[in-house]
């Protein structure tokens, strides 16, 4: 067995395809396909296609590639039986490494099939009953230094979670209310996608501590307090996190987040 063909295969033997063979199957049904009929179209032996969905075989990734031309089907689907990538935390976690949260290691962290726009995955991350800490308090660093749409992340804030909106509000105000008073680290390249979106999220703010309240409300910060979040962190603590990413990001990396033109702001 050659080098090439045993890393495709270690590859597709990792956790991200490890239900390939169940999704294969449910696919296949859903077309009213046989396992022959499959196999046809995709140049394959029906033996094989019957190897691949009981997992006794694992498919080469040209072969993937074949079957999800036959399904017309994205690549993802192998991987969770989605079209798109999940919300879980794990499966936004390579996402928010490659938007600046560079020590965002997530031992069960899945690779997904492909990027989502920025403001989707913006708008998940900060969705649900407790958000991930290190991600909330990395999130004014991430809307500071992205490009993103102002049109687009009020669409996402307010499909998953209501909350998503006034939450991404005050920790754009946050990075603000720091750029402002000390200059943000590494400058603030959104400023005014900021100020728009903290104009129209505003009006959204209630009470809300993300689930990790502060002790004595006495310590937030202004800017918190105008929002009514009782998140425990002051703006040390944002600045501080935002310090730490920075040196990261300064060092060399395979991976940038491409800029997007100047006229979508």
């Avoid at 995709?42 to 296609?49: K, N, S």
């Avoid at 006794?56 to 040209?62: I, Y």
């Avoid at 991404?168 to 105000?173: F, K, Q, S, T, V």
Wanted: charged share 25%; glycine share 6%.
């Amino acid at each position: 067995m050659s080098s090439t063909h045993e890393a495709m295969t270690d590859a597709f033997s990792r956790a991200e395809f490890s239900e390939l063979g169940r999704w294969l199957m449910v696919a296949r049904r859903r077309r009213g396909l046989t396992q022959r009929q499959l196999a046809d179209r995709c140049g394959l032996d029906q033996t094989a296609v019957s190897r691949m969905e009981s997992g006794v075989k694992q498919p080469s990734l040209a072969q993937v590639a074949k079957l999800a031309r036959a399904l017309e089907l994205p690549l993802q689907w192998f991987m969770n039986g989605q079209e798109a990538p999940g919300a879980r935390f794990p499966e936004l976690a390579v996402e928010l490494r490659h938007l600046g949260i560079a020590d965002l290691f997530v031992p069960d962290a899945v690779v997904p099939g492909a990027f989502r726009p920025v403001e989707q995955v913006l708008a998940l991350a900060v969705s649900g009953d407790s958000p991930e800490p290190r991600v909330v308090e990395a999130m004014p660093a991430v809307l500071a230094w992205n490009s993103w749409r102002v049109p687009l992340l009020r669409a996402y804030s307010t499909v998953h979670d209501s909350r998503a909106a006034p939450r991404l509000g005050w920790l754009a105000d946050v990075a603000l209310t720091i750029h402002r008073s000390q200059v943000f680290p590494g400058g603030c390249h959104a400023q005014r996608r900021l100020e728009q979106f903290v104009k129209w999220s505003m009006p959204r703010a209630g009470e809300d501590s993300l689930g990790h309240p502060a002790e004595d409300g006495r310590t937030l910060p202004p800017v918190s307090k105008r929002w009514k979040v009782t998140y425990a962190a002051d703006l040390a603590t944002f600045r501080r996190r935002a310090e730490q990413l920075w040196a990261l990001r300064e060092q060399p990396s395979p991976v940038r987040t491409p800029p997007r033109p100047s006229g979508h702001e």
